[in-house]
């Protein structure tokens, strides 16, 4: 699938690349928020040839998807990243680089490399490695402004292949929980599941007692940051209501790191969930295993993004992160209704702040467990046939 040959430097053309690279976000959910723009960008350069540079594990995030010629893995960190990364890039001759990524470091491996042409977010004093530094939203008053990841990359996109989406929909405002969107009608993130990836989710599931004719639910209790995390004894409950009300086998999905937070939960559910972290799971074939899930409950972490890219039903808990800043398109239930429920600490702050600024009244420890019992029965009862007719996207 690779090309595997270093192609001649040619100059490139005055807006459109021949050979691009794009330097993809480091984190799951924000690789996810950028699918739109990379489909995007891969339908406007019919022509280019273009590569991507990845974190481990990203790469198998989107392995499914046609949208690279080429796949660059890059693990070393430090001040040896940069140069390390370089040296991969140089002989593939890339006449553009595209940084979705923030970073100061991504930019000086861009610019060591000696690709001529660096698009990317005027951020991380970086400017002077940017041939083409983009402004970043602000407020009036100086601040970073609240904008939804997928547009951020969207419209940096936009940029680079030259055409600008139209403006948001009049029905479109922003609330305590959602941004607008920049997105046209029917654009969505997207994620697949490659053959052999599920394979192993299958294998995955059987472990964990998901056999045919068997449904299940996926609790995801870990982040990045304590401060993001329900309560592990709500989660032990929760898991306990949609076994006994709805019949549903649950798992509790972490990362390596998050096994001890899971076996907890585990621990105190009457139910018994599995532990996916215990059962051999990876990255890629997480993918297969949330793809036919029932419904998913999640904290802010990336998984929530992996399940609306591959329209499972969500309930997310919001606590002292601003749900605004990662807004996303989810496919509607089968009643038309969203796919995706938004709960949060404080729903009575007021619109013009924001939720990372007040930490204390918006401690996810405030979302009530009977609040998150009833948003999940009512998608349950909303995408009913979605139980009867699941399905892995291919």
């Known amino acids: 699938m690779y090309a595997t040959v270093p192609f001649p430097r040619v100059p490139p053309p005055p807006n459109k690349p021949l050979r691009l690279l794009v330097v993809l976000p480091s984190w799951v959910g924000d690789a996810v928020m950028a699918t739109p723009a990379l489909r995007r960008l891969r339908t406007a350069l019919p022509g280019a040839f273009v590569g991507a540079l990845a974190r481990p594990g990203i790469d198998q995030l989107l392995d499914a998807l046609d949208l690279f010629d080429e796949v660059h893995v890059e693990a070393r960190a430090g001040v040896m990243g940069p140069k390390h990364a370089a040296a991969k890039l140089r002989p593939r001759r890339y006449d553009t680089a595209l940084l979705l990524t923030n970073s100061f470091s991504t930019a000086l491996a861009a610019r060591v490399a000696g690709i001529p042409r660096r698009i990317g977010y005027d951020r991380d004093a970086r400017r002077l490695l940017l041939t083409d530094p983009v402004k970043a939203p602000k407020t009036n008053a100086g601040a970073w402004a609240i904008t939804p ?43 697949g599941v490659a053959d052999n990836t599920r394979a192993e989710a299958d294998a995955v599931l059987e472990r964990a007692g998901v056999n045919k004719g068997t449904h299940h639910a996926i609790l995801n209790p870990g982040g990045n940051n304590p401060a993001k995390r329900w309560p592990p004894d709500r989660y032990a409950r929760l898991a306990d209501h949609l076994a006994g009300a709805h019949n ?59 399940a609306a890219a591959l329209g499972v039903p969500l309930v997310s808990l919001f606590g002292p992160t601003d749900p605004r800043w990662t807004t996303i398109p989810v496919r509607p239930t089968d009643t038309g209704d969203p796919g995706e429920t938004i709960l949060v600490a404080d729903p009575g702050l007021p619109v013009g702040e924001s939720a990372n600024d007040n930490p204390g009244r918006c401690a996810i420890e405030r979302i009530a467990l009977d609040d998150v019992i009833a948003a999940a029965d009512r998608l349950l009862a909303q995408t009913s046939s979605r139980s009867a007719n699941q399905r892995t996207p291919g």
């Open 248 to 306: 549903l086998r649950v798992l509790v999905n972490g990362s390596p790191d998050e096994r001890d937070l899971c076996a907890q939960i585990a621990d105190a559910a009457r139910s018994q969930p599995a532990v996916l972290p215990d059962l051999g799971v990876t990255l890629a074939s997480l993918k297969g295993v949330i793809a036919n899930a029932s419904l998913m409950v999640t904290n802010d972490t990336g998984p929530r993004h992996i």
């Open 149 to 191: 990841a997928v547009n951020y990359y969207w419209d940096l996109v936009g940029t680079l292949v030259g055409d600008q989406p139209p403006p948001p929909p009049a029905d479109q405002a922003l609330t305590s929980t959602h941004a607008p969107l920049v997105l046209p009608p029917g654009v969505f993130m997207e994620l």
